[in-house]
């Protein structure tokens, strides 16, 4: 669909898209928790009859059953060389790592195999971005940037903040509540910006896919960047921030 897209952009190079493993870790402690649903929905009766049949764990989703498989976190990105290789061809738009990669293991004897599991798709891109050595990294959303009070009247989006700031505020009282949405988006543009090297000017942003001009242009969605004086700026709509690709290119 992607690919797709791009092809009916005027004046497009193409897309290029690339089936992406990913190396994960077969001790992983997620392999022992299973909590990533999947698949379809299920009565009580064929959720006992597919664990028993099947060895499946499954978990309530409101009054349905589904099942659930191990989320690890992931170790390297197996195709990242013909990434690199087709970006700097700069023939057009890569399409990476879709649905978080193939999750891979190395068995004893060293080979790969794969392994039933989903890995995070913006831990995923905050992998990427960093074996890329990027400067940047922008998750777009359906729903802005990273808000205060999110859906209540007293709202308010950030329009900055840092890693350090998100970590001790934001994500200890949000990430639960936006498990399956905004929390993992945060918790991985946080790991970026904290995994690169200081002075690189690095940063990362969420914001809505709509508004992907102004988030470069720093007058949508929420930076996260080491480079500030105070732990978080508040969005004003009154007010622009700084243009990402002049502060950062």
Known sequence: MLSS???NVPGNKGACTIVTETLVDSEDPAFANPTKPVGAMYTKEEADEKAASLGWALAPDGDMFRR????PQPQSILQIEQIKALLSAQEGLVICCGGGGVPM????DGMLEGVEAVIDKDMVSALLAKQLDADGLIILTDGGGIFENFGKENAREMARATPEHL???????NFEKFAGSMGP???????FVEEQPEGKGIWAAIGDLKDAEEIVAGT??????????LPVEWRDKGSQSSNLSDKFN
């Open 185 to 191: 988006k945060v918790t991985a543009c946080v790991k």
């Open 68 to 71: 659930v498989v191990p989320s």
């Open 105 to 108: 293991v190395r068995s004893s």
């Open 5 to 7: 897209a791009v092809l």
């Open 220 to 229: 949508e969605g929420t930076v996260v960047t080491k480079d500030m004086n």
């Open 167 to 173: 970590t001790d505020t934001w994500l200890p009282t």
